[in-house]
């Protein structure tokens, strides 16, 4: 059984293009959010090249193998793109320091276990029994802050430096650094990949109020970028929602 899936991404209200890419492949179970960074449009040209690149590496890998087993080609795929978004930068010098977050979720062959693998800072989150919880931990300033103990997450939102990354695919020579997350989507759980421009204007507890209402996905996708969007939209809004088989 597939799951349901509902994605949408939305300009926002204040960003003159979307620098956002999403990929919602429901019969392999691969879903990714990038979020591209960088000047004279060469954020778009990063995010769409991460996932046109992991789109085709893992396109017949997720949904086919154990969740094991996706570990390593969830990890090359990105490297992969990461080196891609590189060369096409050095061919194109008004792309010099393009870049994108990446969020990948690829469904394994039983249709519950699942990889994540992450660089910057979309998210992840798992909704189960009421409880939101971020799968991810965001690769940024704030979040180093958070650990030293020197921020609190509440004020981490909505700091100055809020949209520093630490990490993003792009960065830097040699191959990046990924988290793999591991997981399982078990009935009646919903699972969000989102970009920042969702969580930086709204908080995890409306963000739970909103996917808890009884609305069809497409509705609940919907909801959620009106939420960025009347706290005025000052980023691209991206959000997959993926609801298991019953
Ligand atoms: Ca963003």
């Known amino acids: 059984m597939q799951p349901s899936v509902a994605a949408l991404t939305d300009r926002g209200r204040k960003r003159s293009g979307n620098e956002d890419a999403l990929l919602a492949l429901p019969d392999t179970g691969l879903f990714i959010v990038a979020d591209g960074l960088g000047g004279h449009a060469a954020g778009e ?16 890998i997720a949904g086919a193998l154990p969740a094991p087993a996706l570990e390593a080609p969830l990890r090359s795929a990105m490297i992969a793109a990461h ?17 994108t977050t990446l969020t990948a979720l690829a469904i394994a062959d039983d249709g519950h276990a699942f990889r994540i693998g992450h660089v910057g800072d979309s998210r992840a989150y798992l909704l189960r029994d009421g409880r939101l919880r971020q799968l991810t931990t965001d690769h940024t300033w704030v979040q180093q802050q958070i650990e ?12 100055p ?5 630490t990490r993003a695919l792009g960065i830097a020579d040699g191959d990046p650094k990924i988290d793999i997350i591991p997981g399982r989507i078990e009935p009646g759980d919903l699972l969000l990949l989102c970009s920042d421009g969702l969580t930086g204007p709204v908080a995890d507890a409306d963000i739970r109020a909103i996917l808890d209402r009884d609305l069809p996905l497409d509705a ?5 970028v009106d939420a960025a969007n009347l706290r005025g ?10 609801r298991a088989a019953p």
């Open 148 to 159: 030293s103990g020197l921020l609190s997450p509440a004020r981490a939102r909505t700091h």
């Open 220 to 224: 609940l996708a919907a909801q959620l």
């Open 45 to 60: 040209v990063a995010s769409g090249i991460a996932v046109e690149v992991i789109g085709a590496k893992l396109a017949g």
């Open 83 to 99: 080196h891609a978004i590189r060369a096409r930068a050095a061919h194109e010098p008004e792309k010099t320091g393009m870049a």
């Open 161 to 165: 430096n809020a949209g520093v990354l």
């Open 233 to 242: 939209g000052p980023d691209n809004i991206t959000v997959i929602l993926i």
